[in-house]
């Protein structure tokens, strides 16, 4: 039928697979009356792992005070638990006229883009990545260019790719770790080479480390640093909330946090991270009052990625039962909350890996999201989300196996 109303040309090239095209079906087959296994999104609630009570307690206590807009930065106690949470860490300048509080990283990730690019602007993006990175970079007119992680290497990325990949154009350079949808955490030289990278190039830094809780090996965790105490001397912009450590992803809260010597020379784009952050008011306000009990509070979320822990049993489970199925071969995640396993596409016959996945759900009624969703350039991956229980892990992972005994796409 003849479009009367169109959506703009800003969206042409956007994306967001996580929630596209396969969840419509999903959707359609749940109307039909069919359950569906959905292991195609990281939000911890539904499968049991609920936000700490005390987080809860702090929110229902403030709601008489969260009727009003608020600072659009975020409330002051949110903005200096933040603060005091990266100083402790060694952040020299933590500072909290420098930190947003946004709903979720997913809107500052947005604001924080928008506010530095310009047309044809490039930003380095992993592949695959968290495609909100690519997503967003495109609305707001810029370039994605994708450098290459190196499966091989346990998915850490590829420095002579990244060097190779600047250009006059780039603006920045973003860093998921720990990685979604990889699993990968990055030892501290990588950092520090993209670091230099960085200040060679003028490049802000964007340190996505929603993930930062959530590993599961002692050696990857003594490893893991933030960027933000590598990067001292650059741009450094960090992004971390309560959706994943805490549990709490439908309460929306993220903060943002700048540092670095190079801040003073940015005063013009902090400006305008400030004017978009004013413009949508403030963010939701409910949510900003567990922050400061989340981040000074028991840190629950250790005990589950510690050996023993639900998260790590399931990690170790969904990792074993995915690489005993023929013709399907998958690095150990040492964090967050995915396998990204690598799928035989020969063997299989697969083009498409969109197809490969729409058939697996018609057939075997489990959804799993297609690894070029994430930007991966082959279709020869997917995402699977290892937050469900033991038992429906052995379910979602036997019937996979049972699918591809004699699956072939063409
Ligand atoms: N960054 C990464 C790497 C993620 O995986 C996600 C969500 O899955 C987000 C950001 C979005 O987080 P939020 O719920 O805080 O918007």
Redesign the pocket.
């Known amino acids: 039928m003849k479009q009367l109303f169109q959506k703009s040309h800003k969206l042409d090239d956007v994306c967001y697979e996580?929630r596209g095209p396969v969840m419509d079906e999903a959707r359609r087959m749940e109307e039909e009356g069919f359950q569906i296994l959905k292991l195609n999104?990281?939000n911890p609630a539904p499968f049991g792992f609920n936000t700490p009570d005390e987080i809860l307690h702090d929110i229902i206590i403030n709601l008489p005070n969260a009727q009003g807009y608020g600072d659009s930065k975020g409330i002051f106690p949110a903005r200096k638990a933040v603060m005091q949470y990266y100083q402790a860490k060694g952040v020299f300048d933590a500072d909290t006229d420098y930190i947003f509080i946004g709903?979720?990283?997913?809107?500052l990730?947005s604001i924080s883009l928008q506010a530095l690019l310009n047309p044809e602007d490039e930003v380095l993006i992993p592949a695959p990545d968290?495609p909100?990175?690519t997503a967003v970079t495109r609305l707001a007119g810029g370039r994605p260019v994708h450098y290459i992680c190196d499966e091989e290497s346990d998915w850490i990325p590829d420095i002579d790719d990244i060097r190779r990949k600047i250009t006059s154009r780039t603006k920045g350079i973003v860093v998921?770790n720990p990685?979604?949808p990889t699993g990968a955490v990055y030892p501290r030289e990588v950092l520090e080479k993209i670091y230099e990278i960085a200040c060679e190039h003028n490049l802000v830094i964007f340190s996505?480390e929603?993930?930062e809780k959530i590993i599961y090996d002692e050696d990857a965790r003594a490893a893991y640093s933030p960027m933000s105490l590598i990067a001292e001397d650059a741009l450094c912009l960090t992004?971390n909330?309560?959706?994943?450590a805490y549990r709490a992803?439908g309460l929306?809260?993220?903060w943002l946090m700048i540092s670095g010597k190079k801040r003073p020379f940015a005063k013009d784009y902090i400006e305008g991270i400030s004017l978009l952050s004013n413009m949508r008011l403030c963010s939701n306000m409910t949510a900003q009052f567990g922050i400061q009990t989340a981040l000074g509070g028991y840190q629950s979320i250790d005990d589950l990625v510690r050996p023993g822990g639900r998260l790590y049993e399931q990690r170790n489970l969904c990792y074993e039962l995915l690489n005993q199925i023929p013709g399907v071969s998958c690095r150990k995640p040492k964090g967050?909350l995915y396998c990204f396993p690598k799928l035989d596409a020969e063997r299989f016959g697969i083009e498409s890996d969109e197809l490969f996945v729409l058939d697996f759900l018609r057939e075997k009624k489990v959804q799993v999201v297609q690894g070029t969703g994430f930007n991966w350039p082959h279709p020869d991956h997917f995402r699977i989300v290892f937050l469900p229980d033991k038992d429906t892990l052995r379910d979602a992972i036997g019937r996979l196996a049972d699918f591809l005994a004699d699956y072939r796409q063409n």
């Not at 909330?241 to 994943?244: A, D, F, N, R, W």
């Open positions: 996580i999104i990281g709903n979720g990283v997913s809107e990730i968290y909100l990175w998921i990685n979604n996505d929603i993930y992004f909330g309560l959706s994943k992803a929306r809260a993220g967050a």
